[in-house]
């Protein structure tokens, strides 16, 4: 099975800073890449899908990037409700593994 | 607009079985997947395996295979995951969600807290 590997695993952070989350897959998944993040305590929520295209209702300071095994996360100005653990999930074929996660915190 | 609810929170003894639920609507379901995710307390996210409820046609992740069975009953738009035996190592949060399998889980329920204790 393909492996997903996030890094860092947790990163701190100011209010206003640029955050950037790498996810690299094991094997090539071409765009199928998918970013969530999961506040204390909620439901996970999608961001991001191929790879690159914002989710409905994102705010536009969210943007991916990547394709084949590398991609990125990036948050273009840090706002306090961002401040959560993100998840990387390939979705090119079964199992839909997601990445181990990565917890972004206040400094 | 897509609404999955789920069943509420189990409290359940080992070697016990359980069934738990999640229930779609605002949505046609000849166009939805529902998946289920696995998340233990302080932990990552895990992908149990998906289902497509206009046929059943299920995929489970090798790590779940044969632990648990993922069904559906097209008929009332509800998917399934359930157990015949629990373990204490399957004390999570469980969660379902939609995928229309190319966009990863667009739509998410509430999530279901099993805890197995004795």
């Known amino acids: 099975d393909i492996q997903m590997t996030q890094s860092p695993s947790s990163l701190s952070a100011s209010v206003g800073d640029r955050v950037t989350i790498t996810c690299r897959a094991s094997?090539?998944?071409?765009?199928?890449l998918a970013w969530y993040q999961q506040r204390p305590g909620k439901v996970p929520k999608l961001l991001i899908y191929?790879?690159?295209t914002l989710q409905s209702g994102v705010p536009s300071r969210f943007s991916g990037s990547g394709s084949g095994t590398d991609f990125t996360l990036t948050i273009s100005s840090l706002q306090p409700e961002d401040f959560a653990t993100y998840y990387c999930q390939k979705y090119n074929s079964a199992p839909w593994t997601f990445g181990q996660g990565t917890k972004v915190e206040i400094k | 607009e897509v609404q999955l609810v789920q069943s509420g929170a189990e409290v359940k003894k080992p070697g016990e079985s359980l069934k738990i639920s999640c229930k779609g609507s605002?949505?046609?379901?000849?166009?939805?997947?529902i998946g289920w995710v696995r998340q233990v307390p302080g932990k990552g996210l895990e992908w149990m395996g998906i289902?497509?409820?206009?046929?059943?046609?299920?995929t489970y992740s090798p790590s779940f295979q044969g632990l648990v069975t993922i069904s559906a009953d097209k008929s009332i738009g509800t998917a399934y995951l359930q157990w015949s035996s629990l373990k204490s190592s399957d004390t999570a949060m469980y969660y379902c969600?939609?995928?229309?399998?190319?966009?990863?889980?667009?739509?998410w329920g509430q999530g279901t807290l099993v805890t197995v204790s004795s």
């Open positions: 289902i497509y409820p206009s046929d059943s046609d299920t």
């Open positions: 969600a939609t995928t229309r399998g190319d966009s990863g889980f667009d739509h």
């Open positions: 605002g949505y046609s379901l000849t166009s939805y997947w």
């Open positions: 191929a790879a690159s």
């Open positions: 094997q090539g998944i071409s765009n199928y």
